[in-house]
């Protein structure tokens, strides 16, 4: 005869609560009432133990389900260039790997943390964002303290390549943020020591930044609009990678700051995204130059996208105009145009293609006033 370990489990724990709760068990024949009431609670223990034993052990797999939530995303991507005064190129990349582990400790506080690996960053896998939410429990406030993307920019894309706004303007850094959401308002500020100081400056927690907006949503339609303020631009990933390149410790002769402006429209199949984002004031000329002067670099993004179904999977459809200003150093074009489709060809594994025409700037701003055509293909898995 099989015998399994859990009855066995049962039978020990069930005999001693059974002799504990009824100690007059051994008279059970005398009385037929008694012998009900004993059932009855021979019963109730063995669902009482069958619950517990039922209960996830901290080693398990549906324990750690339970307390961790990690997905991943990994993007291959290949293209081919057709540049019409330099020479042509193709290459094929592992481009990124993204593995988030997220966790709500208790109702009001949760953490995260985004391992990250791009292709080109010469990096291993690293620590892409950790951070702390605690939220109030009667207000809706909450506290973000530890590396994070900074409120500033929106950066909303259907494309492959990243939208000049963010290589322009992205902020990561360890931030303390204060952030609000109420009746469709949300709104946020935040304070950070940085990477770039300026000649003879203290290294101390000095920079700050904002950030104010409103969504709303109604059916299949939302509206969201933005603005935001940060108190350095040169805090960006793509401007402290220029202001680096030579010097790990370069120092500012002028701190500047910028300003973003964004918005998102969308009803029945279309969708239609802008963002503008400028320095307030141009930099000093040692720190960033265009042409004779010292620079004051912006960026815009303008998208139009329309959803439809083929063969009974959703299809994007989108194009772009893209322009910067003024960041001829930064490695930005002047101008983009583009157009994209993505196709899920399986669940949760999307394929995209993507065709940009970029030209750089003109001669005389100190660029070579080329063209390039590129089409680039992305393969991309989320599990």
Known sequence: MKIHTQDLIKSACLLPLLALSSPALANVETSSNHERSLLKRLHLLEKRLEKELEKPSINSASYLSQRFNVSALVELEAFVQDSEHTNNSSDASLATIEVAIHSHLNPYVEAQVLLLHEDGAEQELVVDEGFMALSAQDIPLTLVVGKQVLGFGNFESHFISDPLTLELAETKDTAIKVQVEHLGFYGSAYIFNGDMNEQDDNDEIKQAGA??????????????????????????????DYLQADDGDAELQKTVPAASLHGFLSFSKWQFLAEYISATSAFDESDLRFANFGAQPSSYNLEVSYDFTLRGKPVTVAVAHQESSEALALDLPEQRNMIVASYPIYKKTVFALELMQATDYAVKDGGTNNTDYSLSMQLAAEF
Do not use: F, W
């Open 211 to 240: 950030q104010v907006g409103y969504v709303r949503i109604h059916k299949d339609n939302q509206l969201k609009i933005g603005v935001d303020y940060i108190s350095s631009l040169a805090e960006s990933e793509g401007l402290i």
